[in-house]
Nanobody
Framework: QVQLVESGGGLVQPGGSLRLSCAAS????????MGWYRQAPGKQREAVAS???????NYADSVKGRFTISGDNDKNTVTLQMNSLKADDTAVYYC?????????WGQGTQVTVSS
């Protein structure tokens, strides 16, 4: 099993920046990818960004050019740098890890973009 703990959520003004971090523990070996999902009220959970163990990244079109995902295989952590935040970015953000075809989820952290 894999445990994921997120940190860094909070309230930020439009145009501001925020950095989310996720630390994996437990059976961290053989994790093939990690990423971030988000879920806003009344909407389905959507993939935001992901990174493979080899460093390949993928982003949702809505965040390209604004968000950057990075990872550290040695520390088993992944970070999401969010810039130029918009009100539409408001959601609960969840860390995700993929291991042997199974998905593991963090508890979620609230990101609110509001003036």
């Amino acid at each position: 099993q894999v445990q994921l703990v997120e940190s860094g959520g909070g309230l930020v003004q439009p145009g501001g920046s925020l950095r989310l971090s996720c630390a994996a523990s437990g059976r961290v070996f053989s994790i093939s990818a990690m990423g971030w999902y988000r879920q806003a009220p009344g909407k389905q959970r959507e993939a935001v960004a992901s990174i493979t163990s080899g460093g390949t990244t993928n982003y949702a079109d809505s965040v390209k050019g604004r968000f950057t995902i990075s990872g550290d295989n040695d520390k088993n952590t992944v970070t999401l740098q969010m810039n130029s935040l918009k009100a539409d970015d408001t959601a609960v953000y969840y860390c995700n890890a993929l291991r042997y075809g199974r998905h593991y989820w963090g508890q979620g952290t609230q990101v609110t973009v509001s003036s």
